[in-house]
């Protein structure tokens, strides 16, 4: 019995401790990019700047908004922004804002 209810807790504290937003859901591994928005003015982007968070076990911890991505690339005119996401096994997630402008 005892067995049992450690294979229970165990399998029930890996089935979705760390989830990140993506539009495909993998039970092993996740790996995505793509688009978020486009606020051109038609004028090609010259700067990049990112913005992570990290859950392990489903403590997260990290700034991913589009402000901060923004700060980090010196970035005063935002033209598109994107977004990456990573999981691997529900354990590890990361979640990053990547902002393009001038």
């Known amino acids: 019995m005892k067995k049992i209810l450690t294979l229970v807790i165990f399998v029930l504290f890996l089935s979705g401790c760390t989830v990140v937003q993506t539009p495909i859901n993998g039970m092993l591994f996740v790996e995505s990019k793509g688009p978020s928005e486009v606020v051109t003015d ?11 968070s990290i859950g392990i076990f489903g403590v997260v911890r990290g700034d991913s908004s589009i402000s ?3 700060r980090n690339g010196k970035i005063k005119k935002i ?24």
């Not at 922004?81 to 001038?102: A, P, Q, S």
């Open 79 to 102: 033209t598109h922004v994107d977004h990456r996401v990573k999981n691997i096994l529900h354990i590890y997630g990361e979640y990053c804002t990547i902002v393009y402008g001038r």
């Open 68 to 70: 901060t991505a923004a």
């Open 42 to 52: 038609g004028k090609i982007a010259t700067k990049k700047g990112e913005a992570c």
